[in-house]
């Protein structure tokens, strides 16, 4: 099993849909995590980190779910622009390596 | 400048020959990292590294090796390159409370 698993899509949603990823990790020790963005075989960039009480960017809201080991990304009015891949990353206590999952596709059409 | 600088960008390089890949900072950052990264599998972490004279191995380190000769600089070397390292790598650093990870431009790596 992945430590970090997501649904590789493609989503395609059209403009001004929501829509939602989620990921599930494996290492309960699992201390930091984040959504990255990567733009066709461009460098991730970070997207927003997720917090225990969730929160939220302009359209995006970010969920973790310890219990269930499980985070979410919720996109709201989808934009052309937010055509990309998003990256479910974890970072485990004490080794500070960044585990990324597989990503996710989200393609938003006119 | 970017933050973090990878060089070269795009390498065709044949096989049995090695090869350098260059990973400069200025962020100031302790933690450096090497990826790579397939289509359909993800980032996958190479070599890590702490500090200078910490050097970890990832998930996939056979055929790699690394060298932090600096704070700021830490290069992946392909002893002898195989066509299956044909691959986007990618350099990232990261603080010592191992906040985001900042990413390179990649280097796009073509062993024929």
């Known amino acids: 099993r992945k430590e970090v698993e997501q649904d590789p899509g493609p989503f395609n949603v059209p403009e001004g849909a929501t829509v939602a990823f989620n990921c599930t990790y494996s290492?309960?020790?699992?201390?930091?995590f984040f959504w990255y963005r990567q733009d066709c075989r461009k460098e991730p960039k970070l997207l927003m980190s997720v917090y225990s009480s969730g929160n939220e960017d302009g359209r995006f809201t970010a969920q973790l779910n310890r219990a269930s080991q499980y985070i979410s990304l919720l996109i709201r009015d989808s934009k052309l622009s937010d055509s990309a891949t998003y990256l479910c990353v974890v970072r485990s206590s004490g080794t500070y390596k960044y585990i990324f999952g597989t990503g996710t596709r989200l393609k938003v059409l006119a | 400048d970017a933050d973090v600088t990878q060089t070269p960008r795009n390498r065709i390089t044949k096989t049995g020959k090695r090869i350098m890949l260059e990973c400069s900072q200025t962020?100031?950052?302790?933690?450096m990292y090497w990826y790579r990264q397939d289509p359909g599998l993800g980032l996958q972490l190479i070599y890590y590294s702490f500090d200078v004279k910490d050097i970890n191995k990832g998930e996939i380190s056979d055929g790699y090796s690394v060298s932090r000769q600096a704070q700021a600089k830490f290069s992946l070397s392909l002893e002898s390159a195989i066509p299956n390292q044909t691959a986007l790598y990618f350099c990232?650093?990261?603080?010592?409370?191992?906040?985001?990870?900042?990413f390179g431009q990649g280097t796009r790596l073509t062993v024929v």
């Open positions: 962020k100031g950052h302790d933690r």
């Open positions: 290492n309960s020790a699992s201390q930091s």
């Open positions: 990232a650093t990261s603080d010592s409370r191992g906040t985001e990870a900042f």
